[in-house]
């Protein structure tokens, strides 16, 4: 290859390639679907390839569209990335989560055991096999209970049981010879949030709460909690991010607040969905994908500590069918403190139903000097919105 590689790119969104760009690095894209025309003028070349499963076609095309080229650094840009790039540091001999931590923080059996060992409080689990039984589940976790893929994100795939039959009818819905891909779990009752961090060897750089005001739907950053709550949930934070020995990058972390305090559910080290990249950058002014890419450079950026707002968005999705008619969306355009509503729906287009909590078509965001006065904003915006859908044939 011809042009030196500054940074390999292991899955695509946006904002990463945009910081890139601003920085002037030469990206190399490993992706499976080819890059859009936008995309492609921003990147000197890409590699398709599976980013899920054995790593290693993975390496061995990038270390040969690489041609010997030492990139200063690997950045994954999502959770399907996140073993192919500490693969692929490895194979490189350059720093960065290591094969072994990014294993830590993908398998969550793997992830909970070593959050539990360094005392950070946890749900229940059990790690299913073929012959797991309903009543096996029920005497590990108890009911009500969740399923979920052991290397799952965005609740895609999760199945919630009640009662013991309801286990028993979601454990017969999973494949025996797939199980061994599937954990059980405590279903928890709390306030579902989640908390972002930076990372710099070993040193957390920032923190930002963030507040599930819809779960699944709905976030407010920075969340409004009272100073003994977010200390609890920074220190949480802390010793589950020390537990896995995530050294470098950006952590999404996701917990309950419970009568008892907080409980850990789960760490990713990647970017979060769920437009929170978005969110940090309109509450702390400043570019977050900026802070990733410097941060997998080997760098320790300054990172404003304080927001000087507070941001919100709503994703749009309205569930499985056909678009019968969409109206408001002018109407909440002009409510007060939106900045921005995207929607990509037009009348007659179907919908399948939504996979994960990062799927959407579209999107509320709005600005206001604190929690409240956003929460009161998006409420009344995403009440405009009318979008009625009909069932397909």
């Given at each position: 290859?011809?042009?030196?590689?500054?940074?390999v790119?292991?899955?695509?969104?946006p904002?990463?390639l945009?910081?890139?760009?601003?920085?002037?690095?030469?990206?190399?894209l490993?992706?499976?679907?080819k890059?859009?025309r936008?995309?492609?003028?921003r990147?000197?070349?890409?590699?398709?390839?599976?980013?899920?499963?054995a790593?290693?076609?993975l390496i061995?095309?990038?270390?040969a569209?690489?041609?010997?080229?030492?990139?200063?650094?690997?950045?994954s840009?999502?959770e399907?990335?996140?073993?192919?790039a500490?693969?692929?540091?490895?194979a490189?001999g350059i720093?960065?989560?290591?094969?072994?931590?990014?294993?830590r923080?993908r398998?969550?059996?793997?992830?909970k055991a070593?959050?539990?060992?360094?005392?950070?409080p946890?749900?229940?689990?059990?790690?299913l096999?073929?012959?797991?039984?309903?009543d096996?589940?029920?005497?590990?976790?108890?009911?009500p209970l969740?399923?979920k893929?052991?290397?799952?994100?965005?609740?895609r795939?999760?199945?919630v049981?009640?009662?013991a039959?309801?286990?028993?009818?979601c454990l017969?819905?999973?494949d025996?010879?797939?199980r061994?891909?599937?954990?059980?779990?405590?279903f928890?009752r709390g306030?579902?949030?989640?908390?972002?961090s930076?990372?710099?060897?070993g040193?957390i750089l920032?923190?930002?709460?963030?507040?599930?005001?819809?779960?699944g739907?709905?976030?407010?950053?920075?969340?409004?909690l009272a100073?003994n709550?977010?200390a609890?949930?920074?220190?949480?934070n802390a010793?589950?991010?020390?537990?896995?020995?995530?050294t470098r990058?950006?952590t999404?972390?996701?917990?309950?607040?419970?009568?008892?305090?907080?409980?850990f559910g789960?760490?990713?080290?990647?970017?979060p969905?769920?437009?929170?990249?978005r969110?940090l950058?309109?509450?702390y002014?400043?570019?977050?994908?900026d802070?990733v890419?410097?941060?997998e450079?080997?760098?320790?950026?300054?990172?404003p500590p304080?927001?000087?707002?507070?941001?919100?968005?709503?994703?749009?999705?309205?569930?499985?069918?056909?678009?019968?008619?969409i109206?408001g969306?002018g109407?909440?355009?002009?409510?007060?403190?939106?900045?921005?509503?995207v929607?990509?729906?037009?009348t007659?287009?179907?919908?399948r139903?939504?996979?994960?909590?990062g799927?959407?078509?579209?999107?509320?965001?709005?600005?206001g000097?604190?929690?409240?006065?956003?929460a009161?904003?998006?409420?009344?915006?995403?009440?405009?919105?009318?979008?009625?859908?009909?069932p397909?044939?």
């Amino acid at each position: 290859m011809s042009t030196p590689i500054d940074l390999v790119l292991v899955g695509y969104r946006p904002g990463a390639l945009h910081a890139a760009a601003r920085l002037g690095l030469n990206v190399l894209l490993v992706e499976e679907k080819k890059p859009s025309r936008g995309a492609g003028r921003r990147i000197v070349d890409w590699v398709r390839v599976a980013l899920e499963g054995a790593q290693e076609e993975l390496i061995e095309r990038t270390l040969a569209r690489l041609s010997g080229n030492v990139p200063r650094g690997v950045v994954s840009a999502g959770e399907r990335g996140v073993l192919g790039a500490a693969a692929l540091r490895a194979a490189l001999g350059i720093q960065g989560i290591d094969p072994e931590t990014a294993f830590r923080a993908r398998d969550k059996p793997t992830m909970k055991a070593a959050a539990r060992a360094a005392g950070v409080p946890c749900a229940d689990w059990l790690e299913l096999g073929a012959d797991t039984t309903a009543d096996d589940l029920v005497a590990a976790v108890g009911v009500p209970l969740v399923l979920k893929h052991r290397a799952g994100a965005g609740t895609r795939g999760l199945l919630v049981a009640k009662t013991a039959e309801e286990a028993g009818a979601c454990l017969a819905s999973i494949d025996p010879e797939e199980r061994g891909g599937w954990m059980a779990e405590r279903f928890l009752r709390g306030v579902e949030m989640s908390i972002e961090s930076f990372v710099a060897n070993g040193r957390i750089l920032f923190t930002n709460p963030t507040e599930y005001y819809r779960v699944g739907f709905a976030n407010i950053a920075p969340a409004a909690l009272a100073p003994n709550a977010l200390a609890a949930v920074e220190d949480l934070n802390a010793r589950a991010v020390a537990a896995l020995g995530i050294t470098r990058g950006m952590t999404h972390l996701e917990l309950y607040q419970t009568p008892d305090g907080p409980i850990f559910g789960e760490v990713a080290v990647r970017p979060p969905g769920g437009r929170i990249m978005r969110l940090l950058r309109r509450a702390y002014h400043f570019d977050p994908w900026d802070v990733v890419v410097r941060l997998e450079l080997g760098e320790a950026p300054d990172i404003p500590p304080d927001s000087r707002r507070a941001a919100g968005v709503w994703m749009l999705h309205p569930g499985a069918g056909r678009v019968r008619s969409i109206r408001g969306l002018g109407t909440a355009r002009r409510v007060l403190g939106v900045r921005k509503l995207v929607c990509r729906l037009r009348t007659g287009r179907t919908l399948r139903p939504r996979a994960s909590t990062g799927s959407d078509v579209g999107w509320i965001e709005v600005w206001g000097k604190n929690r409240d006065q956003v929460a009161k904003r998006l409420q009344r915006a995403y009440d405009h919105v009318d979008i009625r859908m009909e069932p397909t044939d």
